[in-house]
C-alpha cells in the first residue's frame, strides 16, 4: 500500500511538472518539447508500475506483461530526452545515439519469447533475463550524458549552482542504486520523477540568468554581480560593443545582426573562460567581470581575443567580426566606486570605436 500512495502522488507531481513546462515561456521551445517528452515517458513508466502492483496483486498475467514491456522500452528514452535538452539540435550524432536505445526497445518487445529482458510465466512469477542489465547500462550511458552536457551548458555556474546540479542527479542516482540492491523497493522511477521537476526548477532558474541568444550571464546576473563589488574589493571590469551591427542588420537583416552577436559571444566565452565571466548587458554589449587575474594577463587573452577573430574572418565574404573594448581595473585600496570603474572603461571602448570608425571611413 507505501508503494501505492508513493506512485500516485509521484504520478500527479509529475503532471504538476508537465504542466509548468508547458506553461512557460522562460525556457526556449527546443528544450521544454523534450523535457515534456521526458516527462511523458516518465509518467507512462510510473503508471506502469502502479499497474504492476495490481497485476501482482490479482495474478493478471497478461497486464503484468504488458507493464513490464512499457517499463523497459521506455526506460532510455527517459534519460535520452533529457540528454537532448543539452544537445543544441537533433544532427547525426544524437540520431546514431537512438540505437542503443532501439535496440532495448526491440529486445524487450521479443523477451516474453526470448527471455532476454524478463520473462513472466504461466504462474505470474516476473524473473529478470540475461540481458536485463543492459537496459539499465544503456540508461546510465544516456544519464552520464545528460550530466556531462548539463556541466557543459553552465560550466560558468557559480560552485552553489553546481553543488545543487550534483545533488540532483545524486538523487536520481541514489533511487536507482536502492532498487537494484533490493527489489521489494520500487525507489527508480519516483526518485527519477523528483528528479525531473528538480531539473526543470533548476533550468527555470538558470535561465532567468541567462541570455537566450548568447547563452552568456544576462542583464539580471550582471547586476547581482555588481551589487556585490564592493570599494574594498580588488577586481576588473572590460567593457567590449560590437562593431558595425547597425549597418548589418540595416543591410543584411537583424537575422545575421543576430548571428554576429551570438559568434562575438562564442568568441569571447571560449577566450576568457577561467579567468571571468562574462555578460551581455545591451543589445551589442557585453562586460567582462575578473577578480583572480592581473591585467597582464588580461592583456594576453585580449591578444588571443583578436587572433581568433582575424581566423574567424579569413574565410567570411558577408560581413566580418569586430569588438572594441575598454579595460578598467579596481584595487582594493582604490576610492572609485563601482559606476566610475565601469565609466571609465566604457569610456576607453567608446574611444577605441571612434577609432575604428574613423580607420573605416578613410579607407
Known amino acids: 500500500m507505501v508503494n501505492l500512495y508513493m506512485y500516485v502522488l509521484t504520478l500527479i507531481s509529475n503532471i504538476f511538472a508537465g504542466l509548468l513546462a508547458f506553461r512557460s515561456n522562460h525556457v526556449n521551445r527546443y528544450k521544454n518539447n523534450f523535457y515534456m517528452l521526458s516527462i511523458t515517458f516518465n509518467t507512462l513508466i510510473l503508471a506502469s508500475e502502479l499497474l504492476s502492483e495490481f497485476a501482482e496483486m490479482y495474478d493478471w498475467r497478461m497486464v503484468n506483461i504488458l507493464t513490464n514491456v512499457v517499463t523497459y522500452m521506455l526506460c532510455p528514452s527517459v534519460t535520452y530526452c533529457l540528454f537532448m535538452m543539452n544537445a543544441k539540435k537533433w544532427g547525426l550524432k544524437e540520431k546514431l545515439m537512438m540505437i542503443p536505445g532501439i535496440i532495448v526497445a526491440i529486445g524487450t518487445l521479443t523477451t516474453q519469447w526470448t527471455g532476454f529482458v524478463f520473462y513472466v510465466d504461466e504462474n505470474n512469477v516476473y524473473t529478470r533475463g540475461s540481458l ?30 553546481k553543488l545543487y546540479l550534483l545533488g540532483i542527479f ?39 540568468k541567462y541570455d537566450f541568444l548568447t547563452g552568456v550571464r544576462n542583464r539580471n546576473a550582471y547586476d547581482q554581480k555588481r551589487e556585490k563589488l564592493h570599494n574594498n574589493r580588488s577586481y576588473g571590469l572590460v567593457v567590449f560593443d560590437i562593431n558595425g551591427l547597425k549597418t548589418i542588420n540595416d543591410q543584411l537583416g537583424h537575422q545575421q545582426g543576430d548571428q554576429l552577436i551570438s559568434e562575438s559571444a562564442r568568441i569571447l566565452v571560449d577566450t576568457f573562460w577561467g579567468y571571468g565571466k562574462i555578460y551581455r548587458i545591451g543589445g551589442d554589449e557585453f562586460a567582462l567581470v ?13 591578444g588571443v581575443m583578436e587572433s581568433r577573430i582575424a581566423k574567424e574572418n579569413q574565410n567570411r565574404t558577408d560581413w566580418k567580426i569586430s569588438i572594441s573594448y575598454g579595460v578598467e581595473i579596481h584595487k582594493s585600496d582604490d576610492e572609485k566606486t563601482y559606476e566610475e570603474v565601469f565609466e571609465n572603461a566604457d569610456n576607453k571602448m567608446y574611444e577605441m570605436k571612434q577609432n575604428y570608425y574613423k580607420e573605416k571611413a578613410g579607407k
Open 132 to 161: 536485463f542489465t543492459w537496459t539499465l547500462v544503456i540508461s546510465g550511458a544516456y544519464f552520464f550524458c545528460v550530466v556531462f552536457t548539463s556541466y557543459r551548458e553552465y560550466r560558468d555556474a557559480d560552485l552553489q549552482e
Open 170 to 208: 545524486l538523487v536520481a542516482a541514489a533511487g536507482v542504486i536502492i532498487q537494484i540492491a533490493d527489489t521489494t523497493i520500487r525507489s527508480m522511477w519516483p526518485t527519477v520523477a523528483i528528479t525531473l521537476l528538480l531539473y526543470y526548477v533548476f533550468t527555470l532558474e538558470m535561465s532567468a
Open 290 to 302: 575578473f577578480e583572480k587575474c592581473d591585467r597582464e594577463t588580461i592583456d594576453t587573452r585580449i
